[in-house]
């Protein structure tokens, strides 16, 4: 029967980002890993990770070049390596995992973690066959780009082939940029558990709704309408832009609600004269406010429709969420709303926040559902 893992997460490490601890080689190295529902590929810092050739660690044809919505990108090989997540009774290992060693990696890549854990679908982890062996050779992007292109099985796929755990990914996350308490404030950590969900009754309540995955790509929804506490709802674009599956995705990587510049237009608009000139502060001009001037409790819950998997599906985000209180230095607030790109949008962790999050990649038929139960308080 397949296991599951549970581990601790923090968002420490990236300011807002969660990562989480797996272990790689056969000597174990623990190495924090940015957890990303919006990429596939496994990739490691090459400047804290060095392939243990002689005891197990396999070196490859195949590279990886791979870039993010914020402008950081890094280029890599593929190694074959242990994976373990977990310890003692509660690891799952996979004795010859895919990962990325990046030997090179723009500045903002990693930053205080060691790499990043892409937990989306297949088709993302798109990998290129070159002449040589290519940790020993380390080719450049461009080069990387003319080889053979292909795909490799990203973790979760690899794990749930190997009948090690379903191909199931959950989380608790309870901010989306890190509280002014610091690295042992409980507001800054959180869970993941891989390989189930539906199963930890301890850390939600109530049933799942359900929102479905229109490709198995990123997590690709279909956002329906926003509705801005009891106004009329706002209708969401019905495609998004050019070369994308859906108008909207969920993301554990995205520390923000990304709103395409039309619709984040419309959302603030339905907000009182005080509440726009706050949101327009910290929205537009990325300036912290203070939480004395919010009052919260005044402020409207935002509802995101979304195609469910029967039917329509209402989720809600309230303003602690969507503000985040006490971020950098106590007394002060910032939106957890930026500006995105055309006809897309992002729901990112300020929606998880307030639910115990499933990616379930293994319903309907491997396209998949995100799933969504109130947390157990």
């Given at each position: 029967?397949?296991?599951t893992?549970?581990?601790?997460?923090?968002?420490?490490?990236?300011?807002?980002?969660?990562?989480?601890?797996?272990?790689?080689?056969?000597?174990?190295?623990?190495?924090?890993?940015?957890?990303?529902?919006?990429?596939?590929?496994?990739?490691?810092?090459?400047?804290?990770y060095?392939?243990?050739?002689?005891?197990?660690?396999?070196?490859?044809?195949?590279?990886?070049?791979?870039?993010?919505?914020?402008?950081?990108?890094w280029?890599?090989?593929?190694?074959?390596?242990?994976?373990t997540?977990?310890?003692?009774?509660?690891a799952?290992?996979?004795?010859?995992?895919?990962?990325a060693?990046?030997?090179?990696r723009?500045?903002?890549?990693?930053?205080?973690a060691?790499?990043?854990?892409?937990?989306?679908y297949?088709?993302?982890?798109?990998?290129?066959?070159?002449?040589q062996?290519?940790?020993?050779?380390?080719y450049?992007?461009?080069?990387?780009?003319?080889?053979?292109?292909?795909?490799?099985?990203?973790?979760?796929?690899?794990?749930?082939?190997?009948?090690?755990?379903?191909d199931?990914?959950?989380?608790?996350?309870?901010r989306?940029?890190i509280?002014?308490g610091?690295?042992?404030?409980?507001?800054n950590?959180?869970?993941?558990?891989?390989?189930?969900?539906y199963?930890?009754?301890?850390?939600?309540?109530?049933?799942?709704?359900?929102?479905?995955?229109?490709?198995?790509?990123?997590?690709?929804t279909?956002?329906?309408?926003?509705?801005?506490?009891?106004?009329?709802?706002?209708a969401?674009r019905?495609?998004?832009?050019?070369?994308?599956?859906?108008?909207s995705?969920?993301?554990s990587?995205?520390?923000?609600?990304?709103?395409s510049?039309?619709?984040?237009q419309?959302?603030i608009?339905?907000?009182?004269?005080?509440?726009?000139?706050?949101l327009?502060?910290?929205?537009m001009?990325?300036?912290?406010?203070?939480t004395?001037?919010?009052?919260?409790g005044?402020?409207?819950?935002l509802?995101?429709?979304?195609?469910?998997?029967?039917g329509?599906?209402s989720?809600?985000?309230?303003?602690?969420?969507y503000?985040?209180?006490?971020?950098?230095?106590?007394?002060?607030?910032?939106?957890?709303?930026?500006?995105?790109?055309?006809?897309?949008?992002?729901?990112?962790?300020?929606?998880?926040?307030?639910?115990?999050?499933?990616?379930?990649?293994?319903?309907?038929?491997?396209?998949?559902?995100?799933?969504?139960?109130?947390?157990?308080?």
């Amino acid at each position: 029967m397949p296991g599951t893992a549970r581990i601790p997460i923090t968002n420490i490490y990236m300011g807002g980002d969660y990562t989480g601890q797996i272990f790689v080689g056969a000597q174990g190295r623990p190495m924090n890993v940015i957890l990303d529902t919006g990429s596939s590929a496994l990739a490691l810092d090459g400047h804290k990770y060095t392939p243990d050739l002689a005891n197990g660690d396999e070196s490859t044809h195949l590279a990886q070049t791979d870039s993010y919505g914020d402008g950081s990108s890094w280029t890599g090989a593929v190694i074959q390596t242990k994976l373990t997540v977990g310890t003692g009774s509660n690891a799952v290992c996979l004795s010859n995992g895919n990962a990325a060693i990046a030997y090179t990696r723009s500045a903002n890549m990693f930053r205080s973690a060691d790499g990043i854990l892409g937990l989306a679908y297949a088709p993302l982890d798109d990998a290129f066959t070159m002449p040589q062996d290519t940790w020993r050779h380390k080719y450049t992007s461009t080069q990387v780009r003319a080889g053979k292109g292909g795909a490799i099985q990203p973790y979760l796929t690899q794990l749930a082939g190997e009948g090690v755990t379903s191909d199931i990914i959950s989380f608790v996350t309870h901010r989306s940029f890190i509280h002014a308490g610091g690295a042992n404030d409980p507001l800054n950590e959180g869970v993941m558990v891989i390989g189930g969900g539906y199963d930890e009754t301890d850390l939600f309540t109530g049933s799942f709704q359900k929102v479905k995955v229109l490709s198995d790509d990123w997590y690709s929804t279909n956002l329906k309408a926003i509705i801005v506490g009891n106004s009329d709802p706002i209708a969401a674009r019905l495609q998004g832009p050019r070369g994308m599956p859906s108008n909207s995705i969920i993301d554990s990587g995205t520390n923000s609600l990304n709103i395409s510049p039309q619709t984040l237009q419309a959302m603030i608009s339905k907000f009182s004269a005080q509440q726009q000139a706050l949101l327009n502060q910290s929205v537009m001009d990325g300036k912290l406010v203070s939480t004395a001037n919010l009052n919260l409790g005044s402020w409207p819950t935002l509802t995101f429709v979304m195609q469910g998997d029967a039917g329509d599906v209402s989720l809600q985000v309230p303003p602690s969420n969507y503000w985040q209180v006490d971020t950098e230095q106590a007394g002060a607030a910032l939106a957890a709303i930026t500006p995105g790109e055309d006809g897309l949008v992002i729901l990112g962790l300020p929606l998880m926040n307030g639910y115990f999050t499933v990616f379930d990649g293994e319903a309907d038929g491997g396209k998949g559902v995100v799933s969504f139960a109130a947390l157990k308080s």
